[in-house]
């Protein structure tokens, strides 16, 4: 194997090498590399591009189009700020100027003086997103676009200009510039990747070598196909894909063998009385559907072979009812139970409920989350069985968490865990009963692909006395009449929800913009009222307070950033107020809106659009308009976004592939699984020559993931 070029002096770089010591990288870049999951030259060569660009065409300003992506070379001729104003939100705006025209570009949420050093009057820059209307003027504009500025060429060839630029995943603090250049240094090393995917599968699949793949797909040059790279599905990308998939399924594969020879699961009763006990639990009658799944898991727990069930349930359909349910019957089987939740604000409201609920009994409830207090005392509690459910996030599923007898995991909106952290959380018990729900609708086939053998259940039925809700896409124009909605709603006692997207890839503009909309919130439209505020960055104990003060009615408003999509219950809130709506996903959307319309009184969902009726982004949100039905929606979704970041995991902070989307390369999966299965069919311990680079993969990969005993 080659160890790779000499980068730095004295030092010989090889994949493995922390990212620290790449040319170009030092201490600073490599920590924010961290918060990027980059540790290592090798993980910085697996840091795909989200998108790509073609600057190979940089277009005049007069060719630009509304709705497009555009790319213009151009001066700045002005700078401004636009005015505060009722409902409006302070804006700096660029004008840029080329021989045919001039072409606006804002930026909301800025420090006035670093965006005015950094578009000097004169200065030349490339400038490039997608064009959208002024709301105010009607002309062109690009909010918050890609800039490079144009410069003196350093080492003799410009990494923005005349080529197809990849555009890169970051975090605040790191640019597409710095990111596109120490990628291109990493390359070098490309050359010694070694691939773990045996000669005669490449070949029996189509598929191109792997570093020449790792190669082009960070840099496309003029043979690459720009309209395939763009839906991913150039051969080197579905090289990467596959490889990406291939190791997994590889994984599971041997798993099932290991599996297979592994002792009984344990057959919990789950008869008419022990039935009859739980329902009682409930203040409410189980709808038809939550009984029905209920008894198709009673009657798997009580075989001895494990259950493996996924629970499909539109928003609201009631499946914490049924996980508590599934979480009882263990319990009065002499067990433990766990149930994870994939935020915290989720399984806090989840340990809020169940102990509600389970108030009267003797069942013993602890809430694990990384942020909890008194932590080591729920660990022995955990550990000598006094505990009898734990509700947490990934918390639960650290190594220092050991459970007495866990016979039962819950695994909540399932599609925010990967594989391996579902895995880990199995490995605790002696092959628990597994139940995993979700609000996202899976193709069944896709499950299977995906998981193996998991029956599939579906609560298709929405808890009675529901008041429908009416949902409307609004523009900037209509503003402030969603903001009456509001008012009106909170004069009758109700409460409401704000929240702002992800903007573009950087998370801190999205906490800017609900944290700044809060204040201005607080002190303008909603003066007098309670207005709260919750986002990510805020510790775990603040955000909770917020919540629990919510969920009392303490709070009127909620402003927040995505950390409610999921799960969040309050049947008193009836407005959902969604900011930018038209960048967000339409099960997203779906999901938001779930938590409205939980009670009998009327609910609004104001979907706030930054375009005109007519836009194909705003004829895009019409289908919320027109259903309440989740599948429906999603299918639209997956329609609209070729399933791009259907299941959201970019958003998640746990992504569970670094190329592949399991929706949008359904197809490269299947195949991927079935040559693993295969190959593992055909050599269980992976001792042929051939299988030796795969073996070397799987044991460093998944060596803390999965006891691949077997293969040594
Ligand atoms: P989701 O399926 O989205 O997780 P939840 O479990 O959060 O839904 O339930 C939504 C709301 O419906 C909760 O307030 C819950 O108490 C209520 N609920 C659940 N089942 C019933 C039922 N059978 N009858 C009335 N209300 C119910
Ligand atoms: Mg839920």
Not at 206 to 223: A, F, Q, T
């Amino acid at each position: 194997m080659k160890t790779g070029d000499e980068l730095v002096a004295g030092t010989s770089i090889k994949l493995d090498s922390p990212i620290m010591y790449l040319k170009g990288v030092g201490p600073k870049r490599a920590e924010l590399l961290g918060k990027l999951g980059i540790f290592t030259v090798q993980d910085l060569l697996f840091h795909f591009p989200v998108r790509y660009e073609d600057r190979t065409r940089v277009m005049t300003i007069s060719e630009v189009e509304v709705d497009n992506v555009a790319v213009v070379r151009a001066r700045v001729k002005s700078t401004s700020v636009a005015p505060r104003g009722r409902g409006r939100r302070r804006v700096f705006e660029v004008a840029f100027a080329d021989k045919t025209g001039v072409l606006r570009a804002s930026w909301f949420n800025f420090s006035e003086k670093a965006l005015k050093s950094r578009f000097s009057i004169g200065s030349e820059w490339i400038v490039s997103g997608k064009v959208t209307i002024n709301r105010y003027r009607g002309s062109k504009i690009i909010v918050h676009p890609d800039t490079e500025k144009v410069e003196k060429v350093e080492d003799g060839e410009s990494l923005s200009l005349g080529c197809v630029a990849p555009v890169y995943p970051l975090t605040d603090g790191l640019s597409q510039k710095a990111v596109r250049k120490i990628v291109r240094t990493a390359l070098d090393l490309a050359e010694s990747i070694e691939d773990f995917v045996p000669r005669y599968l490449n070949e029996k699949y189509n598929l191109p070598p792997l570093n020449e793949s790792v190669r082009r797909v960070h840099w496309p040059d003029s043979s690459s196909d720009l309209s395939r790279l763009g839906r991913f599905q150039a051969p080197e990308q579905k090289k990467l894909i596959f490889n990406e998939f291939f190791l997994v399924q590889s994984g599971l594969a041997l798993k099932r063998n290991i599996a297979r020879k592994e002792q009984k699961g344990s057959a919990l009763k789950a008869g008419p009385e022990l039935m009859g006990k739980i329902k009682s639990i409930f203040p409410f009658r189980l709808t038809d559907a939550q009984e029905r799944v209920l008894m198709e898991i009673a009657g798997d727990v009580g075989k001895d072979r494990p259950m493996n069930r996924l629970l499909q349930g539109d928003v609201g359909s009631g499946k914490t009812a049924v996980a508590l349910g599934a979480a009882l019957i263990a319990v009065w089987n002499r067990k433990q139970a766990a149930i994870m939740a994939p935020t915290e604000i989720l399984a806090t409201q989840h340990y809020r409920n169940i102990t509600q609920l389970l108030r009267k009994t003797k069942v013993e409830v602890v809430l694990l989350t990384s942020g909890s207090a008194g932590r080591k005392e729920a660990y022995a509690n955990i550990a000598d069985g006094t505990t009898h459910i734990a509700i947490g996030t990934h918390a639960l599923i650290q190594s220092d968490v050991k459970f007495h007898d866990l016979g039962l995991v819950v695994v909540d909106e399932q599609h925010r865990f990967g594989v391996m952290q579902r895995a880990e959380l199995m490995k605790k018990g002696i092959r628990p009963h597994t139940l995993i729900m979700t609000a996202t609708p899976i193709p069944r086939t896709l499950a299977m692909t995906l998981y193996g053998d998991l029956d599939v259940s579906v609560i298709d039925q929405q808890p009675p006395g529901r008041a429908p809700i009416t949902t409307t896409i609004i523009g900037p124009a209509q503003r402030s009449a969603a903001i009456s909605i509001i008012q009106d709603q909170v004069a009758m006692g109700r409460q409401a929800y704000i929240v702002y997207p992800l903007v573009e890839e950087s998370e801190k503009l999205e906490l800017k913009a609900a944290t700044t909309m809060f204040e201005r919130f607080s002190t303008g439209d909603f003066a007098g009222l309670r207005v709260g505020l919750s986002h990510g960055r805020m510790k775990s104990s603040e955000k909770e307070e917020v919540m629990e003060r919510f969920s009392k009615g303490e709070v009127d408003i909620l402003v927040s950033t995505t950390v409610i999509e999921v799960g969040v219950d309050q049947p008193n809130a009836t407005v959902m107020m969604v900011e930018h709506a038209d960048r967000f996903g339409l099960s997203q959307l779906h999901q938001l809106r779930g938590r409205v319309g939980r009670s009998h009184h009327r609910s609004y969902c104001l979907l706030m659009a930054d375009t005109y009726p007519g836009s194909p982004a705003w004829e895009r949100l019409r289908v919320m308009e027109k259903t309440m039905d989740g599948f429906t929606i999603a299918e639209a979704d997956l329609d609209q976004r070729g399933a791009g970041d259907f299941f959201g995991s970019r958003q998640s902070g746990l992504p569970e592939f670094r190329i592949g989307d399991i929706l949008r390369d359904y197809k490269i999966l299947a195949e991927a699984r079935k040559a693993a299965f295969k190959l593992v069919d055909n050599d269980p311990h992976l001792g042929k020559p051939e299988h030796s680079i795969l073996r070397r993969a799987l044991k460093e990969r998944w060596k803390h993931k999965f006891e691949l005993g077997d293969i040594g």
